[in-house]
């Protein structure tokens, strides 16, 4: 069936260097992307967003990147700090008309900062 | 900043009892979620309510699985007769509109027993 997954479960990078999350997915219909942010014991966090007619978009110290040609998304973090140190999901939902769409999430991959 | 508040944090419950989870979503918001979190696995969408009638539902949202918005507040998922696979985060999620960026309660655990 249809399905998001990330690329690896696990990324460590040194405090102040870029992160970059991968993410696949198989749905041609996805319309819409998230990103966002577990901490432990909480709930996902909204990162940032994007829809499937652009290809970059960029917030505060995030950008995501869509290639719809091979249905892959990325989460860039420039400058990573102690407090990005999280599970990070990507979700998408494809466009249906108004209706109140489920997100289908990928697996997680764990970001670790190193100081 | 408004957000999602979801009761109890952590729920105990015996096979086979009923549960009620309650959540009360951003108070502008028309769009309503409940999700689950089996420990270690990604996030998997359950219900989405809209207008007072479910909008889409997955599988896993069986004949025991109701929803409700009771009042002009509160949103609730019940279970009827828990099973032991039922233990699992549940997280409520709510957004303004359609296919914008939903946000998420920090979850009720349940533990069946």
Redesign the interface.
């Known amino acids: 069936g249809e399905s998001v997954g990330l690329h690896l479960p696990t990324l460590s990078v040194q405090e102040g260097d870029n992160s970059i999350i991968n993410c696949a997915y198989s749905n041609s219909a996805s319309d819409y992307f998230i990103w966002y942010k577990q901490e432990s014991g909480k709930g996902p966090q909204f990162i940032i967003d994007i829809r499937s007619n652009m290809d970059k978009r960029q917030g505060q110290r995030v950008t995501v990147l869509l290639n719809k040609t091979v249905k892959h998304l990325s989460l860039q973090i420039a400058a990573t700090q102690p407090g990005d140190s999280a599970v990070y999901f990507c979700a998408e939902t494809p466009y249906s008309g108004g209706g109140a769409d489920g997100l289908t999430f990928g697996k997680g991959t764990h970001l670790i900062i190193q100081p | 900043e408004p957000e999602?508040t979801q009761t109890p944090s952590h729920q105990v419950t015996q096979m086979g009892q009923e549960v009620i989870l309650r959540c009360v979503p951003i108070s502008n918001h028309l769009?309503?979620?409940w999700?689950r979190q089996i420990l270690g696995?990604?996030?998997?969408?359950?219900?989405?309510?809209?207008n007072n009638e479910i909008?889409?539902k997955?599988e896993i949202f069986d004949d025991q699985f109701s929803v409700e918005r009771p009042d002009g507040s509160n949103f609730t998922l019940k279970i009827r007769s828990t099973k032991l696979e039922d233990s699992a985060m549940y997280?409520c999620?709510s957004?303004k509109w359609?296919?914008q960026?939903?946000?998420?309660?920090?979850?009720t655990r349940l533990s069946i027993l």
């Open positions: 999602v769009y309503f979620y999700y696995q990604k996030v998997e969408f359950l219900v989405s309510f809209y909008s889409e997955s997280f999620a957004s359609a296919n960026p939903q946000h998420f309660g920090d979850g």
